[in-house]
């Protein structure tokens, strides 16, 4: 299946899980793909990613961490400059880092709220001003990753589930904002858990706290997978979605609806 060649997609945070697993997606379809790392530790993780796409005349690898001034730029430019433009963005990096409000260490709750923060709100944002100076002006496409947690609360998320609710304010006003000026359409998606690498190296009473939620999830008692996130993704990215514009669409087996 070929259906966005001749299309260049850059993925923010795709040297592991979700977004990996995007660019693979839209790699399979066709499209060339800007994979970026954010510091030089994920550099063998973001390879390996490109070593799997069998076609490094359509990949590039980019280090680019989000959270800081410089990198949403570098990220976009470098883009631009291998590819001549950008005609899908996808807002996939994030992080979560579990944490109580009334945790009594200061020092880490300002640390967390800044790390969190400044990737998932600052780093979603600035990427996307950056990508716009270079965004192809006929069905173009951004997607952001949202999360369902930000309509479902969980323990010690209230830092992580505001930032996605950043993302979802962020794809309505620019689905209202955006798509006249430069020809795109901006939609997001919603995971639920989802079997990451990340969501199985993270602390046993984290994943044992979403348990009940997943053995109620009226699919069936089990997480996403990454491949089905991607799906969806890539889907809001072909030229038949021209018309789905300011969607924040939950995949979560059902288990939360919005």
């Keep these: 299946?070929?259906?966005?060649?001749?299309?260049?997609?850059v993925i923010s945070g795709s040297s592991l899980g979700l977004g990996a697993a995007i660019a693979r997606e839209l790699f399979s379809r066709g499209a060339s793909v800007v994979?970026?790392?954010?510091?030089p530790s994920q550099k063998i993780n973001a390879d390996n990613v490109l070593r799997g796409l069998h076609g490094t005349a359509r990949s590039i690898v980019v280090e680019a961490?989000?959270?800081?001034?410089?990198?949403?730029?570098?990220?976009?430019?470098?883009?631009?400059?291998?590819?001549?433009?950008?005609?899908?963005?996808?807002?996939?990096?994030?992080?979560?880092?579990?944490?109580?409000?009334?945790?009594?260490?200061?020092?880490?709750?300002?640390?967390?709220?800044?790390?969190?923060?400044?990737?998932?709100?600052?780093?979603?944002?600035?990427?996307?001003?950056?990508?716009?100076?270079?965004?192809t002006p006929t069905?173009?496409?951004?997607?952001?990753?949202?999360?369902?947690?930000?309509?479902?609360?969980?323990?010690?998320?209230?830092?992580?589930?505001?930032?996605?609710?950043?993302?979802?304010?962020?794809?309505?006003?620019w689905a209202t904002e955006l798509p006249r000026r430069y020809g795109c359409t901006v939609n997001g998606v919603a995971p639920g858990p989802t079997g990451t690498d990340t969501f199985y190296a993270a602390p046993k009473e984290v994943r044992?706290?979403?348990?009940?939620?997943?053995n109620a999830t009226p699919v069936g008692a089990r997480v996403g997978t990454p491949e089905e996130v991607a799906w969806l993704v890539?889907?809001?990215?072909?030229?038949?979605?021209?018309?789905?514009?300011?969607?924040?669409?939950p995949i979560t087996g059902g288990s939360i609806m919005f």
């Design 1 to 9: 299946m070929s259906t966005l060649t001749g299309k260049v997609a």
């Design 35 to 39: 994979i970026n790392y954010p510091f």
């Design 65 to 135: 961490d989000l959270s800081t001034s410089e990198g949403p730029q570098l990220l976009a430019d470098a883009a631009a400059k291998a590819f001549g433009k950008i005609d899908i963005l996808v807002n996939s990096a994030g992080i979560n880092r579990p944490l109580a409000l009334d945790d009594p260490d200061s020092a880490a709750v300002e640390k967390v709220w800044h790390d969190v923060m400044s990737l998932n709100a600052r780093g979603t944002f600035f990427l996307t001003r950056a990508v716009l100076n270079h965004l």
């Design 139 to 173: 069905n173009s496409r951004i997607v952001n990753i949202g999360s369902a947690v930000s309509h479902s609360p969980a323990p010690e998320t209230s830092i992580y589930a505001g930032s996605k609710s950043l993302v979802e304010s962020y794809t309505k006003f």
């Design 208 to 214: 044992e706290s979403l348990q009940s939620v997943i």
């Design 234 to 249: 890539a889907e809001l990215c072909e030229e038949r979605a021209g018309w789905i514009n300011g969607a924040y669409i």
